[in-house]
């Protein structure tokens, strides 16, 4: 094996942060869904970290320089399946994300993985840049590129998947260097599409806004997961009632406690000092990527590394807002804790990317 891939060049701090973190969401899982028809969910998510590794593994095999030179494909696969989500998609809580893959009852979510191609569309075009500030031309021209697959995936409608899609590109930009004028430009834009945003939304959409700012208007419908998230984690208080004991989670006050409100069940069950474990470690890996970043031999792999290190913050700041009731419910999931094959998938490749990078720093 060459050099600069192997074993003992790893990113060993990064792996093993990002598998304890696995080991507390399948722990998790397995308390919330014990007694339930997804009691299978903690076996499936081990088959999902396990087959994730491997991902991870085949990312960093090859070159991250490679995969940039195929941006241009990998964007037109990626917008090609957001496109035959409409036509065969699986609908699933009012929206179709997932396509059966035939012959098995396993589904994949084209959008979790297109976010894998933005990070590296982002990076390749940045990277490519002639002067040290973005042009007005190159803002509005990687925004549309990017704009094409969230304009795609908000109209299954997914409203969080694709809202994660912008954090990517507003790190790479202000990376990249942004005058002043352009980024009041874009913030007034923004303010002014905003009235006209809310005509978009779904009718449950808007409801779940408008429950956000107040949700004891509806308490057993649109406001009920709000009320029993930040219930649930107020009974964990220091020391939490321990594994399988939470009585939010166990006596089903807790919708769907395995995916989005996973981070409830755990502060439930764990209490403040299990919360800042868990916080501590993601602090942790994030700070592992940013160093991966500060290390990378060139401005591609560090527009990656940070690309990565912004959707993972991003996603971690919305999950937990959300389950605490400082943000919308927006079906967010918790990196490498919360139930899924296709985010599992998606975030171990996305660290296999850092990874990967970290490995080219060797190549001489």
């Known amino acids: 094996m060459a050099r600069y891939r192997s074993f003992r060049d790893l990113d060993w701090p990064l792996l ?14 397995y308390s919330a869904t014990h007694d339930t028809k997804w009691h299978s969910a903690w076996w499936q998510q081990i088959v999902w970290i396990v087959v994730g590794l491997g991902l991870m593994w085949i990312v960093t095999s090859i070159d991250y320089h490679t995969l940039l030179g195929q941006v241009p494909i990998l ?17 699933v809580f009012h929206s179709k994300r997932w396509i059966a893959v035939p012959g098995t009852r396993v589904q994949i979510q084209p959008s979790e993985f297109a ?11 940045l990277s490519e840049l002639k002067s040290d500030e973005i042009s007005l031309r190159d803002l509005l021209k990687l925004g549309g590129l990017v704009g094409i697959p969230t304009v795609l995936v908000m109209s299954q409608p997914d409203f969080g998947t694709g809202a994660t899609y912008m954090p990517i590109l507003a790190g790479g930009i202000l ?9 009041a430009v874009v913030a007034m834009v923004c303010a002014l599409a905003l009235p006209a945003g809310w005509y978009l939304l779904k009718d449950y959409q808007k409801a779940r806004l408008v429950t956000f700012v ?11 997961q709000v009320i029993q998230s930040k219930i649930a984690v107020g009974h964990g208080g220091i020391w939490g009632r321990g594994v399988t004991q939470g009585t939010q989670t166990q006596l089903r006050f807790l919708p769907v406690p395995h995916t989005d409100f996973i981070f409830s069940t755990f502060a439930e069950e764990h209490g403040f000092v299990g919360v800042v474990v868990v916080l501590g470690l993601y602090f942790l890996l994030l700070m592992q990527v940013v160093q991966n970043a500060q290390a990378a031999p060139d401005r591609a792999g560090m527009y990656i590394c ?17 389950d ?13 804790m919360s ?9 171990f490749m996305m660290l296999g990317l850092v990874i990967n990078v970290r490995l080219r720093r060797f190549v001489t």
Request: proline residues 5%; charged residues 10%; hydrophobic residues 50%.
């Open 115 to 125: 976010k894998i191609v933005i990070i590296l569309l982002v990076a390749r075009y």
């Open 75 to 91: 964007y037109c696969i990626s917008i090609g399946t957001l496109l035959l989500t409409f036509a065969i998609g699986d609908v």
């Open 324 to 336: 605490v009731g400082y943000m919308p419910v927006t079906g967010i999931p918790l990196p490498l």
């Open 175 to 183: 990376l990249a260097g942004l005058r002043w004028r352009y980024l």
């Open 16 to 29: 093993i942060i990002t598998l304890i973190i696995c080991a507390l969401g399948v722990l998790q899982i």
């Open 306 to 322: 940070m690309g990565v290190a912004t959707l993972l913050l991003f996603h971690l700041l919305v999950n937990v807002g959300m």
């Open 339 to 347: 139930y899924g094959g296709s985010s599992t998938f998606s975030i």
């Open 214 to 224: 107040d949700p004891s208007q509806d308490p057993r419908g649109r406001g009920y």
